[in-house]
């Protein structure tokens, strides 16, 4: 079975975005989240033990999103789904606040 891909190529390696790989938006483009991680690691501007707690809040969002986004076929009541992809919508906003922090708090963007 073959991976289903998304229409982004990831702005810092150049290599294609799955769907079951985290990845996060921002100015440049879209990202994996790992190749977003270690740049934010190696070019952080605040203490390394902080740029970790923001990645790893970064990634617990993304991870969320992408779990949402499997199970959102399978429901079919659609008060629920309705409320789920609030909830969805909602780790979207908030990992892009997440990368955000990391990037103005590294020399990815600024």
Not at 11 to 31: Q, R
Not at 32 to 61: G, N, W
Not at 80 to 98: C, H, N, R, T, Y
């Amino acid at each position: 079975m073959s991976r289903p891909a998304t229409k982004w190529t990831c702005a810092f390696c150049g290599n294609t975005i799955y769907w079951d790989e985290l990845f996060t938006f921002m100015k440049s483009g879209v990202v994996h989240y790992t190749c977003f991680r270690d740049k934010a690691m190696k070019t952080s501007k605040i203490p390394p033990s902080e740029m970790q707690i923001v990645l790893d809040l970064l990634e617990k969002e993304l991870s969320r999103i992408t779990e949402y986004k499997k199970v959102m076929s399978s429901i079919t009541n659609e008060e629920i789904k309705k409320s789920l992809d609030q909830v969805e919508k909602d780790a979207e906003k908030q990992s892009g606040v997440l990368t955000r922090i990391a990037a103005v708090n590294s020399q990815i963007e600024g």
